[in-house]
């Protein structure tokens, strides 16, 4: 089912897991808007949002100070395709106007891009809000669009792996200090954009794109580069 609550509406769903299977169009799962509107699925460990067939759009939006409390969520998922089947879904997770989703707990996001037109990502437009992820150890798979005066803090992600996008505009902020493996990463950077990892020792597959004066490297550790799995040219 997907769940929505609005002008100060207040739901709570017991729900131990979550799949989107059956949903074979675009659709948004779970969204809270307005003051006062919350929408409390702590109980919820592990969603997957792998459609049966076809290009599927997800999205899960907390808007207007409206809550989306996903605090009990550890593994957000897309599981592997069968063989031949035609999959590339996404799933944004979006906040405006106040609105929150809380992620505390979410330690990993796995999306498996096998099969023969599989494709995934889990999507994370920032834009001018805080996104804070203080369990999140590794995301695979994955979109950053931090925008101007936005905030992401990963404070123990260690590894951003496979077919990662980090945009970062001006004036914006991702600071993940134990980040050390980016393998496969597309990096976008900005002048006044800041951008905190550790000592990156993987960036085979990585793509860096700096612009504008902007500097980046310094935490680069890795003494070999491989672009055999990029895929393109």
């Known amino acids: ?11 709570t769903l017991n729900w131990a897991s979550y799949s989107a299977q059956s ?10 808007d307005g003051a ?4 409390n699925l702590s109980s919820l460990n592990s969603l997957n949002y792998a459609a049966d067939n076809g290009i599927r759009s997800f999205t899960i939006s907390a808007t207007n100070n409206g809550v989306v409390n996903l605090s009990g ?23 405006s106007g106040g609105g929150s989703i809380n992620l505390s707990a979410l330690q990993s996001i796995n999306n498996d891009t096998q099969g023969s037109y599989g494709f995934a990502q889990t999507r994370f437009p920032v834009g001018s ?6 369990a999140l150890t590794t ?8 925008g101007s005066g936005g905030v992401v803090n990963a404070p123990v992600l260690q590894s ?3 077919g990662n996008e980090l945009i970062l505009s001006t004036g914006s902020t991702f ?3 134990l980040l050390n493996n980016i393998n496969g990463t597309l990096l976008s950077l900005t002048p006044g954009a800041t951008l905190i990892t550790g000592q990156l020792s993987q960036i085979d597959n990585t793509r860096l794109s700096v612009s504008g004066g902007a500097t980046f490297g310094s935490q680069i550790t890795d003494t070999n580069y491989n672009a055999g799995e990029l895929g393109f040219s």
Do not use: H, I, K, W
């Not at 969520?73 to 906040?95: C, F, I, K, N, Q």
């Open 23 to 32: 949903y074979n169009f675009n659709t948004t799962l779970f969204s809270a």
């Open 129 to 134: 809000q805080t996104l804070t992820l203080p």
């Open 160 to 162: 951003l792996s496979l």
């Open 73 to 95: 969520l550890v593994s957000l998922s897309r599981l592997r395709p069968s063989d031949g089947a035609l999959l590339r879904e996404t799933l944004t997770l979006s906040t």
């Open 1 to 11: 089912p997907r769940v929505a609550v609005s002008a100060g509406g207040q739901a």
């Open 36 to 39: 006062g509107s919350t929408l």
């Open 139 to 146: 995301a695979r798979v994955t979109q950053f669009t931090v």
């Open 175 to 177: 600071n993940a200090p």
